[in-house]
């Protein structure tokens, strides 16, 4: 008889984290809801503001394309000084290039081969197209 009463019990406890998980979202969805109907009313009260966005400002970083020195690289000069056939050496052998790290470097080859501008002859090796 134990047993049963624990097994009633157990099922009710997740019955009841079901039904709050199902609440929860509701509640969320409403407070939604209530977000846009006042925005919708701000905005025909004549209290046009813009939305303030979310998450990190436009150019306070994250961009991985500048090196130590902060100017940008351009990476179509890079290729312009690649010989015809070339390998991730001879590419990070160039002073511009040398300022990031080779998995990054990696990364460009990768890019440069699925732009068609390289395809790849060997492992490790590059021929330009």
Request: hydrophobic residues 30%; positive net charge.
């Amino acid at each position: 008889m134990a047993l049963d009463l624990k097994i009633s019990i157990k099922r009710e406890i997740d019955r009841l984290n079901k039904d709050l998980t199902a609440t929860t979202a509701q509640l969320a969805a409403l407070r939604d809801e209530i977000k846009r109907h006042e925005q919708v009313y701000d905005m025909l009260d004549g209290k046009s503001s813009p939305r303030k966005r979310t998450g990190r400002p436009p150019g306070s970083g994250g961009a991985q394309k500048r090196g130590p020195s902060g100017s940008m690289i351009d990476w179509n000069a890079v290729f312009a000084t690649l010989p015809k056939d070339f390998t991730l050496d001879t590419m990070g052998a160039n002073k511009t290039a040398s300022e990031k790290p080779r998995a990054y470097l990696r990364q460009v080859m990768v890019r440069w081969s699925k732009e068609g501008r390289i395809k790849r002859t060997g492992r490790g090796m590059y021929q330009k197209t």
